[in-house]
């Protein structure tokens, strides 16, 4: 059972938009700890696409964005693309575990 | 450029040991925290340790925690994580993140797989 909380699937189909939601607690997400995703293709490392909540890394498409708001936060993606087809992970802080805390994951599928 | 070069890992038996190594550049390494996060086969991701800038504070998973000791050298701008007492849980891809003010960086991953 992961601390943060993802649904495990999402889809749609080519230039739909797409959320991911990470659920939280106050110890984490809700202690305003910054929440970072991460993409992950098959056999591949994890990729950042948001780190501080909302900021993408150079290189990472204006298609994806990420807001937070109390103890939750999700990862927003326009115009899905084929290429979008992976597994997402959220990140925070928990205080109370004095460490990292993920989401279980969410496998994206573009239909 | 920030860069997280890692070594060691490898195929261990059960209730032996190994050493991952972490050679960072591009960065003040003694001024960030160093954590290690693993995925096991098929399974999510799973923070396993953090050490702060400065090595005095380690911090643990309930999962590998009297048995993994992480520690950092300074001089050598590497972290370290020593694995003892393994577990064939303990199978997985092993990663050393660092969250700098610039973003979040990984390592590029190493495998440790402990199986008799």
């Known amino acids: 059972q992961s601390v943060l909380t993802q649904p495990p699937s999402v889809s749609g189909a080519p230039g739909q938009r797409v959320t991911i939601s990470c659920t939280g607690s106050r110890s984490n997400i809700g202690a305003d700890f910054d929440v970072h995703w991460y993409q992950q293709l098959p056999t591949k490392a994890p990729k950042v696409l948001i780190y501080?909540?909302?900021n993408r890394p150079s290189g990472v498409p204006n298609r994806f964005s990420a807001s937070k708001s109390g103890t939750s936060a999700s990862l927003a993606i326009t115009g899905l693309q084929s290429e979008d087809e992976a597994d997402y992970y959220c990140?925070?802080?928990?205080?109370?575990?004095?460490?990292?805390?993920f989401g279980g994951g969410t496998k994206l599928t573009v239909l | 450029e920030v860069q997280l070069l890692q070594s060691g890992g490898g195929l261990v038996q059960p209730g032996g040991s190994l050493r991952l190594s972490c050679a960072a550049s591009g960065f003040m390494f003694n001024t960030y925290g160093m954590n290690w996060v693993r995925q096991a086969p098929g399974k999510g991701l799973e923070w396993v340790s953090a050490?702060?800038?400065?090595?005095?504070?380690?911090y643990y998973a309930d999962s590998v925690k009297g048995r993994l000791t992480i520690s950092r050298d300074n001089s050598k701008n590497t972290l370290f994580l020593q694995m003892n007492s393994l577990r064939v849980e303990d199978t997985a891809i092993y990663y050393c993140?660092?969250?700098?003010?610039?973003?979040?960086?990984w390592g590029q991953g190493t495998t440790v797989t402990v199986s008799s």
């Open positions: 050490v702060s800038g400065n090595g005095n504070s380690a």
């Open positions: 993140v660092t969250n700098l003010t610039q973003g979040v960086f």
């Open positions: 501080g909540n909302l």
């Open positions: 990140q925070s802080y928990d205080n109370t575990l004095n460490g990292w805390v």
